[in-house]
């Protein structure tokens, strides 16, 4: 595998359940980022991780906890979620995380729905 | 504050040239543009540093004029595989963090 690979790439739960989005990149980056992407809103950034520690939570709810074990792999836990959760949700990764080197590989998507 | 696209669509022939500007209320860093098709991931074009660069590659070139904290992305001789989504990122100079604009829609028709 190359790049940046996402699972699973489509997921339906209901607002009970608990389920994880998982991320890996094969690039040798140093930076993870986890984004939404819903339908006429621009890309908001939810997390970044930068050497497995995390560097930014743009005020995200407590119904997502991401987890980087390591600088290749990033998960996003998912618990009791609203409908308005649903949307897609975007891995990339990055040399650095700002700057010249903060050029973003992004991973396919998950498309979550949530009933 | 989300830097702001224009035009927010465009349709072209083939062949035609386009201009799409991303502009930011905040002194900029730099400013990233991207590019995603339907279905697909965001893919980089490029990143263009403070300091009024310009740069290019084949026939898609931007330019960022720090001073205006604007950036304009030119599409030259636009082909059917340029239609897609393009979106800008501002990186604030002071808080360094990548804010992302609502995308600009580029059909490409023959």
Redesign the interface.
Known sequence: ETG?TQTPRHLVMGMTNKKSLKCEQHLGHNAMYWYKQSA??????MFVYNFKEQT?NNSVPSRFSPECPNSSHLFLHLHTLQPEDSALY?CASSQDF???R????????TRLTVT | QQPVQSPQAVILREGEDAVINCSSSKALYSVHWYRQKHGEAPVFLMILLKGGEQKGHEKISASFNEKKQQSSLYLTASQLSYSGTYFCGTEGLSDRKLIWGLGTSLAVNP
């Open positions: 940046v006429k809103k621009p890309l908001e950034l930014e975007l700002q700057g010249a903060n050029e973003q590989y992004f991973g396919p998507g």
